[in-house]
């Protein structure tokens, strides 16, 4: 499987450093998780320091337009977070949220928190059903905990949903255009999509919804993303636009590709740290399109919820491996060249400026085959410790790795079919790739063995300067990749942001 650092099967943004209960950094996050601790605080969340990344450091708190309830234009995210949280180098910066107030740009969905008293948090964590845990919460509202204030804007140089961490739930979700459909047809559809996802990651219910699905929550850190698949210039007629880094990606021994659930001509990737404003998102702008464009295939996918472990840590697939160590950092000098298109392109590729491509892949993980392996032969095929992703040469989790140590009995230390030798920038010629997963359980085949693996999202600036070359490598000689099958395959082009009172693809399809 394409892995361009030395990290398991795919993995998460780098760090997901996202706010955190209980502990961090040896002090009190003030936001509860249950148990003992739920409900003592809801300490004013701390703010951030900015990063430096593509678009330069982020500067001051967000704060809400007041005209519109939103974030103000060009704000950085905000999301909530205890004393001592931090976030992967190159995030924006969190606002500050003050207790018992409600929060700025949410007004329309009632700030009720996920926790009040201890007792209350612990009926909830135990799976609250009847009247007496429904009772417990509606008589003990308190303000929008941490996970539901996060606020990521709709509008930039870059879409969402490519530099923020992976959230905890995630949709996937591809769409062919219908036969009456032309570029007039589709510029609709883009300026409807974009008009709804902007409200929606507001916190605000876009006009005309009164579903009421995600009423009560917040934002909930929701990003909605859009790209163009390769039959989408066919559909539209402007084929003399269709960017060359959309080429077909070639074939791998590892495929066991199912056409129906690859492809497409437009994509969305929906994330959010709720369920249901997650759900409520993918069920807009599936409505939306109706008539203009239906369904292809829809991939639904989780990660590790924001607070569920003592610190902020790097999040760990099916496998139980920590992934996602090195991900390309914002903070370094090449980042954005290796994963966004540049400004100033000049001819027919021009409208994909401050884009990105998008290789996605379902990879299903042979886990009954993995979990026969002993520990230490599992840590050999991926090269790392899996208590705590400390490379096998030595040092921590983070402590650069060693291709060339030895060990005690003469031979490396990292095998020389280890995952992260095989994924290695260095043995790639510099290839890399963002990798941004969701984690999928699609229930049990026939035989009994779970379909479950992983939702692969790789983000750079040339598919066939990223995923392309070190997929190549993994598939002649990754150790990993006898516990994998690629069963699904998509590549996208996704445009640049938008400014306010635009759309998403405006300078393709009205260029």
């Given at each position: 499987m394409a892995d361009t650092t030395d990290t398991t099967a795919g993995g998460v943004a780098g760090d997901d450093t996202r706010p955190i209960s209980g502990r961090t950094g040896g002090k009190a996050s003030g936001k509860a998780s249950g148990g003992k601790r739920a409900g003592k605080n809801a300490a004013a969340t701390a703010?951030?320091?900015?990063?430096?990344?593509?678009?330069?450091?982020?500067?001051?708190?967000?704060?809400?337009?007041?005209?519109?309830?939103?974030?103000?234009?060009?704000?950085p995210a905000t999301t909530g977070g205890g004393a001592g949280s931090s976030r992967t180098a190159g995030e924006p910066e969190a606002a500050t949220a003050t207790p018992g107030a409600p929060v700025d740009g949410v007004s329309r969905r009632r700030l009720l928190g996920t926790a009040g008293a201890a007792g209350a948090a612990a009926l909830i964590v135990g799976g609250v059903a009847g009247a007496t845990g429904a009772e417990a919460v509606r008589g003990k509202p308190t303000p929008l905990t941490d996970v539901g204030s996060g606020v990521v804007p709709f509008h930039g140089t870059h879409q969402s949903g490519i530099l923020q961490p992976a959230?905890?739930?995630?949709?996937?979700?591809?769409?062919?255009?219908?036969?009456?459909?032309?570029?007039?047809?589709?510029?609709?559809?883009?300026r409807r999509w974009s008009a709804a996802a902007a409200e929606l990651m507001a916190g605000r219910p876009p006009q005309g919804d009164d579903s009421g699905v995600a009423l009560d929550a917040g934002p909930s850190s929701l990003t909605v993303t859009f790209g163009f698949g390769?039959?989408?210039?066919?559909?539209?007629?402007?084929?003399?636009?269709?960017?060359?880094a959309l080429e077909p990606l070639p074939a791998f021994t590892a495929d066991v590709i199912d056409g129906k659930r690859s492809n497409g001509d437009l994509w969305v990737q929906i994330?959010?740290?709720?369920?249901?404003?997650?759900?409520?998102?993918?069920?807009?702008?599936?409505?939306?399109?109706?008539?203009?464009?239906?369904?292809?295939?829809?991939?639904?996918?989780f990660n590790r919820t924001p607070g569920a472990t003592a610190q902020p840590m790097t999040g760990r697939n099916l496998m139980g491996q920590i992934d996602g160590t090195n991900n390309p950092k914002p903070s370094s000098a090449d980042f954005a060249q290796k994963?966004?298109?540049?400004?100033?392109?000049?001819?027919?590729?021009?409208?994909?400026a401050g884009g990105s491509y998008a290789v996605v892949r379902r990879i299903r993980m042979l886990l009954d085959s993995w979990d026969n392996l002993s520990l230490d032969r599992q840590e050999r095929v991926i090269g790392r410790r899996k208590s705590?992703?400390?490379?096998?040469?030595?040092?921590?989790?983070?402590?650069?790795?060693?291709?060339?140590?030895?060990?005690?009995d003469g031979a490396l230390a990292i095998p020389g079919d280890a995952h992260i030798r095989v994924a290695a920038p260095a043995n790639n010629r510099g290839a890399a790739m963002l990798r941004r997963a969701f984690s999928y359980h699609d229930g049990f085949l026939d035989d009994g063995a779970p379909d479950a693996g992983l939702l692969f999202i790789a983000w750079q600036a040339d598919p066939l300067k990223g995923f392309v070359p070190v997929q190549r490598k993994l598939d002649r000689g990754d150790g990993l990749s006898r516990f994998l099958r690629h069963e699904a395959s998509a590549l996208f082009a996704v445009p640049g942001?938008?400014?306010?009172?635009?759309?998403v693809g405006q300078h393709l399809l009205e260029g």
């Open positions: 703010a951030r320091s900015g990063s430096t990344g593509p678009g330069g450091p982020s500067k001051g708190r967000t704060r809400p337009d007041k005209s519109t309830g939103g974030p103000a234009k060009d704000a959230q905890a739930h995630g949709h996937l979700v591809a769409f062919d255009l219908t036969g009456g459909t032309d570029r007039k047809g589709a510029a609709a559809l883009m390769r039959t989408f210039f066919d559909r539209v007629g402007l084929t003399d636009r269709r960017p060359d994330g959010a740290d709720d369920a249901l404003v997650a759900f409520h998102a993918l069920r807009l702008l599936q409505k939306e399109a109706a008539g203009a464009a239906r369904v292809r295939w829809q991939m639904n996918g994963i966004f298109v540049p400004d100033g392109q000049q001819g027919p590729e021009s409208w994909m705590d992703g400390a490379p096998l040469s030595g040092g921590t989790e983070t402590t650069r790795v060693d291709l060339d140590k030895m060990g005690p942001g938008c400014d306010e009172g635009g759309y």
